[in-house]
C-alpha cells in the first residue's frame, strides 16, 4: 500500500517500531512509537504477548494491535520507575522488580494487575538504604527464588565491596534468605 510514512517520536529516547526479522523489507518502514507520556526507555523485557518497557518514571507494556495503522499500543503499567535495565523480571507469568520505591511485584492478567509492596515490607530494614542503581534482581532457577542483589553494599573488614543478596523463595512464598557475598582479595 503506497502512502504518506508515519513518524511519531516525541520520545527523548529509544522507540518502538514493528519488524518482521524474516521479511525485513515488508516491515513497515518508518513507523515507530514513544510511550505515552514520553518517556526514556531503558530496558524491556518480553512476556505474556507485551513488551515491558521500563523507563525512569514508569513501567510501560507495549501490545500489538489488529490495525495495520496503528500496529503497536503503548500505555502506563506501574506508577513507579526503575535506576537500570536490570531491575524487572518476568517468572511464571508474574512482574518481579526492584522500582525507586523498593520491591515489587505484579500479579494479574490481562488489565487488572494487583501491584505490590507489601509483601516485601519484612525486608524493608535490609534495602531501605540500598542505593537503587546498584541493584539487580535476577531468577535462579535451582532455589526457585527472585534474587535482589546490592552491589557495593558496604565495606568489609580489609575494605573491599560486599553484595548483599535477598531472596524470595516463589514456592515458599515467602523470604528464604538474606545473605552477604565477601571476598578478601577484592570487591
Known sequence: RA???????????????????????????????????????????????????????TLQIAQPTPS???????????????????????V??????????GPTRSIG??????TQREWATYTSKVWEDWTPTHVLVAYHPNKDAICFFHAADALNDQGFWTTRVLMYGIGQDSWIGNIRISQEDRD
Open 3 to 57: 502512502g504518506p510514512v508515519v513518524f511519531t517520536d516525541p520520545s527523548p529516547g529509544p522507540v518502538i517500531a514493528p519488524s518482521k526479522p524474516n521479511n525485513i523489507e515488508a516491515a513497515p518502514a518508518g513507523i515507530r512509537f514513544a510511550t505515552s507520556p514520553p518517556e526514556t526507555i531503558i530496558g524491556a523485557i518480553p512476556g505474556n504477548a507485551r513488551i515491558y518497557l521500563l523507563t525512569p518514571n
Open 109 to 114: 492478567e490481562g488489565d487488572t494487575v494487583d
Open 68 to 90: 495495520q495503522d496503528v500496529p503497536v499500543l503503548i500505555r502506563p503499567f506501574w506508577s513507579d520507575g526503575f535506576s537500570n535495565p536490570y531491575q524487572l523480571i518476568l
Open 92 to 101: 511464571d507469568g508474574d512482574l518481579y522488580g526492584f522500582t525507586h520505591g
